[in-house]
C-alpha cells in the first residue's frame, strides 16, 4: 500500500511544503489514517482509488491535447502558390499575405483569402460547424481549414497562418484547454477550506464515541472533492459541445451569466441586418450633380471599413465612377468620416455629424420607410444624401420569440442610425428602440440595466459596439468568422451566421445550470448521508473507501450528458 500509494503521497508533501492543502492531501490523509489503526485493507482501497483516479485524469488530459492535435492537423501543411507566372508547392507558412494561392477540388484551403477566380463549393464545417456547404466565387471570402470541392479557386491571400480565423479558433480552443487545469486549481482550493472540515467532524466523533473505526471512516468517505468539480466539468462539456456547432463560449462563467439573463440588447446595422446595405438613392442638394456626390463620397470613404462604406463604393462602381485617393481621413466611430478629397473637406456621415443637411423632406421620407441616410458635405455645405437599404435577416424574428420564450423579459434595439429609420425597423420587429447612439451611449445603457440588477447580453457584430460588447455581462458577436474585432471582443463568438444560434446559447447555458445544480444537489446528499453514517459507525472504512468515489462518476457521468446535447431540443 505504502509503495503503490508514494507517487499520490509524494505529490501531497511536495504541495504542502509549498503550503497548499491539494486533494491528493484529503486522499493520503484518509488513507494514513486507516493504516494507523492497522484497517490494512480499508487503507489499500482507498489507494487503489486514488491511483485509478489519477489515471482517468492523466487519460482525460492526453485526450484533451489529442483534440488540439487533431484541429491543427486539419490545416494542410502545403500550399500551391502562383509565383513568376508559375505555381509552386511550399509550406504553408511560407505563403505571404497578397500572393496568389491555387486550391484544387478536394483540397483544403490553405489560408483565409478573397476568391479572384473559379467557381467551387466549399465545406465550412470546421469553421461554422455548418455541414451544409456553400458555392463560392470571385469576390467571395474563404477561410483556412475549409474544403473546397467540384472546382478550382484562384485565392487572394489576405491572412496566413494564426491570423486567420482557423488560426484564432485554436489559440481560443488552446485557451480553453488551459481552464482545465483551473478545474483542479479549484478542486485543490476547495480541499483546503474542506480538510480542516473533515478533521474537526473526525475528531468530533472521536471525542464523542471514542470509536476509532469510525473517525477513520469519516476521514475516508470525505476524500473525495466531487463537490469541488460539480461546476466546472459541466461547463467544460457544454464549452465543448458548443464549438463543435460554431458557437466559441469563451469560459465556463458566460454560461452562468447566459443562464441568468433577462435583458437583451440588439445592435442594428450588421446584426438584425445583413450589413450588405445597397444603395437605393442619391439626394444632390445646392447645384451638385448625383454623380458628383457619389464619386465624392466613395472617395472620402476608401478607407472606412464600415458596411455603409462599401455600400457608397459599390454604388460608384457600379456607375462607372473613379475613385480619388483621400489625402486625410478620419473616421468617427458611430457618425461617419471626414475626408480631404482634392483639397475639399468631405464629410459623410449621419445627421449628428453633417445636420444642417438633414431637413429635407425627401430625405425624411426615405428614412420613414427603413433606410438609412448618410449625409455628404464639401467644406461644411450640404451637398446632398444617399439612401442605403439593409435586409433584415430573415430569421430574426423566429429567433427574437424563441428568446422571449426562453423568459428574457427585456430586449431592446439600440443603433446610432437616425430615429426614423430606426422606428420602421424596430416596428417590423416589435421591438422598443433607442436611436442616434454614439458607441460610448451604448456602453451607458449596459451599465444602466447592469446597475439596476440586470443580467445583460449584448448581440452585435463588433463593427463600433465592441465596447459595448465588452462591458456586457456576456457580449456575442454574429458572423465571427473572418472578423478579428468580433471574435477579440465577444465573450460568446457565433461562427456562423445564423440568429438561431442566439436562444441555441441561451438553452445551452439554461441545461448546464440544471446539470450544475444536479451535481452539487447530489454530491452534498450522498457526502452528508455518508459523514453521517460513517460518524455514527455504522459505515466500516472498507465500504467508505469504496463509496468516496461514486459521486466522481455520478459527476462525470451526468456532465456528459451535455456533450450529446442535440441542436434545438
Ligand atoms: P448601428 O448602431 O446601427 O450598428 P453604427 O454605429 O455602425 O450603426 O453607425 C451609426 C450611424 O453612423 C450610421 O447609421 C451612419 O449614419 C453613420 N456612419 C457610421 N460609419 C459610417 C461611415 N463609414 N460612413 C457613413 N456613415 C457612417
Ligand atoms: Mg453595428
Redesign the pocket.
Known amino acids: 500500500m505504502l509503495i503503490a500509494g508514494s507517487p499520490v503521497f509524494r505529490k501531497a508533501v511536495t504541495a504542502a511544503v509549498r503550503g497548499r492543502i491539494t486533494a491528493h492531501a484529503l486522499m493520503s490523509f484518509g488513507a494514513l489514517a486507516a493504516l494507523a489503526i492497522g484497517q490494512w485493507v480499508t487503507a489499500a482501497v482507498v489507494v487503489l482509488f486514488m491511483r485509478i483516479g489519477d489515471h482517468v485524469e492523466r487519460f482525460t488530459a492526453a485526450r484533451a491535447r489529442r483534440a488540439v492535435g487533431d484541429l491543427t492537423a486539419l490545416a494542410p501543411p502545403t500550399a500551391r502558390v502562383e509565383r513568376d507566372g508559375t505555381e509552386e508547392e511550399v509550406p504553408t507558412g511560407e505563403v505571404r499575405v497578397g500572393e496568389t494561392v491555387i486550391v484544387r477540388p478536394g483540397a483544403q484551403i490553405p489560408v483565409d483569402g478573397e476568391v479572384i477566380g473559379g467557381r467551387a463549393t466549399v465545406d465550412q464545417a470546421a469553421i461554422t460547424g455548418e455541414s451544409m456547404p456553400v458555392d463560392v466565387g470571385p469576390g467571395a471570402r474563404v477561410f483556412a481549414a475549409t474544403l473546397a470541392r467540384l472546382g478550382t479557386l484562384r485565392v487572394r491571400v489576405t491572412r496566413v497562418g494564426p491570423d486567420t480565423t482557423f488560426g484564432r479558433v485554436i489559440t481560443l480552443v488552446e485557451q480553453a484547454e488551459a481552464h482545465r487545469a483551473d478545474v483542479q486549481r479549484v478542486a485543490d482550493r476547495f480541499s483546503g477550506y474542506y480538510l480542516p472540515v473533515v478533521v474537526g467532524i473526525a475528531a468530533l466523533t472521536f471525542l464523542l464515541s471514542h470509536n476509532l473505526l469510525a473517525t477513520v471512516a469519516v476521514l475516508v468517505v470525505a476524500c473525495s472533492c466531487s463537490l469541488a468539480l460539480a461546476t466546472p466539468i459541466a461547463m467544460l462539456a457544454s464549452v465543448g459541445a458548443g464549438a463543435r456547432r460554431g458557437l466559441l463560449i469563451k469560459g465556463g462563467k458566460y454560461l452562468e451569466s447566459l443562464a441568468r439573463a433577462d435583458v437583451l440588447l440588439i ?5 438584425v ?1 445583413l450589413g450588405r446595405p445597397q444603395v437605393v438613392d442619391v439626394l444632390a442638394l445646392n447645384g451638385v450633380s448625383d454623380l458628383e456626390v457619389v464619386t465624392l ?1 466613395a472617395s ?2 476608401r478607407y ?6 462599401e455600400a ?1 463604393r459599390a454604388a460608384a462602381r457600379e456607375r462607372g465612377l473613379p475613385l480619388e485617393e483621400p489625402e486625410q481621413f478620419e ?7 471626414r475626408a480631404r478629397v482634392h483639397g475639399a473637406l468631405i464629410a ?6 453633417v445636420p444642417a443637411a438633414a431637413s429635407t423632406k425627401e430625405a425624411a421620407a426615405l428614412e420613414a420607410q427603413g433606410n ?4 455628404v458635405a464639401r467644406d461644411g455645405v450640404p451637398i446632398g444624401a444617399i439612401a442605403a437599404a439593409d435586409t433584415l435577416r430573415s430569421e430574426v424574428p423566429a429567433a427574437l420569440d424563441a428568446v422571449r420564450a426562453l423568459g428574457v423579459g427585456t430586449i431592446e434595439l ?5 430615429e426614423r ?2 422606428a420602421a425597423l424596430a416596428g417590423r420587429l416589435g421591438l422598443p428602440y433607442r436611436a442616434d ?3 460610448e451611449d ?1 456602453i451607458a445603457i449596459v451599465r444602466d440595466y447592469q446597475a439596476r440588477g440586470h443580467t445583460v447580453v449584448m448581440v ?2 463588433g ?3 465592441a465596447p459595448a460588447l465588452a462591458q456586457a455581462d456576456v457580449g456575442i458577436a454574429m458572423g465571427a468568422a473572418g472578423a478579428d474585432v468580433a471574435i477579440e471582443a465577444a465573450h460568446v463568438a457565433l461562427m456562423r451566421d445564423d440568429w438561431m444560434l442566439v436562444p441555441e446559447v441561451l438553452r445551452i447555458a439554461r441545461r448546464t445550470m440544471r446539470v450544475v445544480a444536479l451535481n452539487i444537489a447530489f454530491t452534498a446528499v450522498y457526502n452528508l448521508v455518508g459523514l453521517s453514517l460513517a460518524a455514527l459507525g455504522v459505515l466500516p472504512p472498507i465500504l467508505a473507501a469504496a463509496a468516496q468515489s461514486l459521486p466522481d462518476l455520478g459527476i462525470l457521468a451526468n456532465s456528459s450528458r451535455l456533450l450529446r446535447q442535440r441542436a434545438g431540443s
Not at 473616421?331 to 468620416?337: D, F, M, N, Q, R
Request: charged fraction near 20%; hydrophobic fraction near 40%.
Open positions: 445592435d442594428k446595422t450588421g446584426t441586418t463620397a472620402a470613404e472606412s471599413e464600415h458596411p455603409l462604406a457608397v473616421a468617427l466611430p458611430g457618425l461617419g468620416v459623410v456621415g449621419s445627421g449628428r455629424m438609412t441616410l448618410l449625409y439600440l443603433t446610432g442610425d437616425h429609420a430606426a447612439l454614439l458607441p451604448k452585435g457584430d463593427v463600433n459596439d
